[in-house]
């Protein structure tokens, strides 16, 4: 249970017993770096990882699909570079979505229309 909320509740309770030793029991008080930096390492970890649903769960497998398989998207365009990439996808019979922008479909409507 790797999840944003249980982690900051420990570290918080950490941290609370960590003032309570450095002021009463005179630890030193470089175990704030310590604890900072485990803290801060894994939600850098967290963050960085998809799989482990550390903010939000996230959609990152399917167990009914059992090919392997990508999804190809395009964004910002159309750009004149996507007629090479239409060209690539048709002698490949691959398929791809393409997110596009308004003001890129008024400069070039006819690469958006081969779309």
């Known amino acids: 249970m790797f999840k944003r909320e249980p982690v900051n509740t420990v570290f918080f ?12 029991c005179q630890w030193p008080i470089y175990w704030f770096l310590i604890l900072g930096g485990t803290w801060f390492l894994l939600t850098i970890i967290g963050s960085t990882n998809v799989q ?7 959609l990152h497998k399917n167990p009914g699909v059992v090919q392997q398989k990508i999804a190809l998207t395009f964004d910002d365009g159309p750009h ?14 691959a398929k791809a979505t393409f997110f596009c922008i308004g003001h890129c479909i008024d400069e070039h409507p006819e690469i958006f229309k081969q779309i």
């Open 52 to 58: 482990l649903n550390y903010f939000y769960p996230a």
């Open 13 to 24: 309770i950490l941290l609370v017993l960590l003032t309570y030793a450095v002021f009463q």
């Open 80 to 93: 004149p570079n996507t007629i090479l990439i239409l060209k690539l996808l048709k002698k490949y019979n």
